[in-house]
């Protein structure tokens, strides 16, 4: 099921205007999402010579035939990749027809950006500024009618391409026709207390889940099986953190045999990480996450506004999951305003998901990054750690392993060394480890590799983190 949402398995096309950026979004978006990168246009012009001078020669009809094939080849590539179109080629019905198959945005940045950009760069459509504006108008109906998502920038294509819409307010707007019915909700209780948003009321059902990590149990599971009541036509909606979202996406993996579902995430570390992606799942006696799924929500509404009654200390853990992406990004992410930190994260995290949707390539074990040492101190510490603090101090573990600065996740996150069992600890980290002593580490902000670490470096690490 995980393959039908967004860009997962399929080709991710670029359409727009001329000046739009989809060749220097498309580059950007393939090397997030580590897929071949294709431009039209330059393609054209590798077997045919300057675009200018092939429209003087030999007109406009030609160029867009030859076009039309260099794009149906394009398409007909099996491995997933990223293609900017040339601004002309959704004018074909047939590359209209072929798109299908693929998943499109529409990249627009407005006329005005677009002319700016294009006029001078020698195009043959953008020598008159009126008549580009004309153009503009006229090819606009063509882009948004093929596209499956509107974006400005490569953030916003990686975002759609995980069915990620981004917007304060965006709770709220979520109507009944965007949604579909029948629709179950399932949502933690304290967070049911705190928002009202428009879903609840229109719902055919509203379950409520223990807060936060008590959510997720086979018991809950077993309960919502019961309790859901939808056919095969419904729709689940989780809203809540981590947990509803890992448990109530569990639940629509399973009923049925798998139902869609929509993620509505009310914590930072959600609304980051924990709702992007796929991984479903719930605790067993045995550990965390024991039993799974991959199952992708269809669409995450990512509302900065619900996250309003955080307390203080679910915020701490979702900038410890901040740091984490702008280490693993090499960019201080932690530094921008709330809303473009927290779109700069989720289009990080659903770029490594695009690059490795089921965790088959190495790339999305990055996103471990210190969660080793976390796990660790949090199994030693017999859970009285929270997990954000285990994580920050984890991310210091890990920089100190990698030889690369800890400033910024001592300034961010300002980690205590804490109290836990030391033996304990090691024994959780090496059972996490199966013996093998892999580890998520930095060559240098940006550049993470998975490597193996001695033992003995291992434990003086987690040694470090422990009150003595
Ligand atoms: N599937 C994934 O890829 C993934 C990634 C990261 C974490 N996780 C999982 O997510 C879980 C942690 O989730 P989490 O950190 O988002 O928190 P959570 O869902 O456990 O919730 C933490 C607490 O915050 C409360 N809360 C949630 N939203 C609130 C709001 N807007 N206002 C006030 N209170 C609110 C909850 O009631 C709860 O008490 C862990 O089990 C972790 O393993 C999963």
Redesign the pocket.
Known sequence: VVSEVGALGKHLALVGFMGAGKTTAGREVARATHRPFLDTDEEFERRHGPIAAFFAERGEAEFRRLEELVVAEALATPEPAVLALGGGAVLSPVTRDRLAAAFVVHLDVGVDAAWERASGSGRPLARDEAEFRELFEARTPFYAGAGDAEARSAEDVLLAALGIALRAGGAEALDEAALGAPLAVVA????RA??EPPFLRFASSVHEVP???A??TLAVVERLWTELGLGRGGTILAF???????VA?FVAATYLRGLPWVAV???L??QV??A??G???V?TAEG??LAGAFHSPRTVVIDPD??????ER?RR??MA?VVKTGLLAGRPVWELPEEEMIRACAAYKAGVVLSDPYETEGRRAWLNLGHTFAHALEAGSGYRVP?GEAVALGLLAALRLSGQPTDAVEEVLRPEPVEADLDAAWAALRRDKKGEGVFVLLEEPGRPVVTTVPDTDARAALSALVRQ
């Open positions: 933690d209780e304290r967070v705190l928002h807060a936060g990590e959510a997720m809540g953190g981590g947990s509803t979202t890992d996406g995430p009310t914590t570390t959600g990480d924990a992007i992606g991984k479903t799942g605790n965390k996450n619900l996250l309003s009654t955080l307390p679910e853990a979702g999951e997990h």
